[in-house]
């Protein structure tokens, strides 16, 4: 019964993926990683088992986006508010992601770059984030967002912060930055500044809200709620992402 559920499921992802239109397809594409703890609970498995099925994931949905013309993926790995669960919930998770990004280093076909506030890490973690980004500078693939100590309030109050301390730096009175300061000003200012803003962001799980991700960058996104829990997130899934989007009409405001 197994064989034929896959079999049936595989025709049907060919079937989706050849009705794409990859002319249409999203060149970032931002993912809130959801449902974690509550497939492991259906599942009757452990948390710390449901954040590894997690991770284990992220390099099947890059192998996905390596199949398409996506540039840039922003993977919502750790939030601020993470930051306050247990200890015995936080430790592994932590482990979890330190192994994750060290071996998306290692896979060396993404570039690696950590966006969130390093100094609310522990120092292994922040020396882990470090050396992923430094190791994979010269990559020609996939730049990956690891965004692990990350709040999108968070994000905006220190691009104000590094534009006032760098306005400092050169002289400028606040007078002066308060009359020159603008969008594009703080925007150079962002965790993912030089990048383009997502086309798309995936939240899975069934929960539709961005609960404080890229709130900056977000303002013209589009986005995809996925019922399923993202252990269970499948190829089919992505696809279905993708042709939603590109079936629909992006006016920018207009």
């Not at 930051?83 to 932590?94: C, G, I, Q």
């Not at 992601?97 to 993404?110: K, S, Y």
């Not at 994979?136 to 730049?143: H, M, P, R, S």
């Not at 609960?211 to 303002?219: C, D, I, K, N, T």
């Amino acid at each position: 019964m197994k064989r034929l559920r896959d079999l049936v499921y595989r025709l049907y992802a060919r079937r989706v993926e050849g009705r794409l239109d990859h002319a249409q397809v999203p060149k970032h594409i931002g993912v809130i990683l959801d449902g974690n703890r509550r497939w492991a609970r259906a599942d009757g498995r452990t948390t710390e088992q449901g954040h590894q099925a997690g991770a284990d994931k992220i390099t099947e949905l890059l192998g996905w986006c390596g199949e398409t013309d996506v540039e840039v993926v922003t993977l919502w790995m750790l939030s601020t508010d993470n930051l306050d669960r247990p200890a015995v919930e936080l430790n592994p998770l932590l482990g979890i992601i330190e192994n994750t990004v060290r071996g998306l280093a290692a896979d060396g076909r993404w570039r690696v770059h950590h966006v969130g506030t390093l100094d609310l890490l522990p120092a292994r973690t922040q020396a882990v984030l470090k050396e992923a980004e430094q190791e994979t500078t010269g990559v020609d693939g996939i730049l990956v967002n690891v965004a692990v100590g990350y709040g999108g309030r968070q994000e905006i109050a220190d691009a104000v912060r590094s534009l006032i301390l760098e306005a400092a730096e050169n002289g400028t009175s606040h007078e002066e930055l308060a009359e020159k300061v603008d969008v594009d000003h703080i925007t150079e200012h962002l965790y993912t500044r030089g990048q383009p803003d997502p086309d798309l962001i995936i939240r899975t799980s069934g929960e539709q809200r961005l609960s404080g991700f890229m709130l900056w960058q977000s303002a013209h996104s589009e986005y995809y709620f996925c019922e399923v829990f993202w252990p269970a997130f499948r190829k089919v899934d992505f696809l279905r992402a993708l042709r939603d989007y590109a079936a629909r009409h992006r006016r920018y405001g207009f």
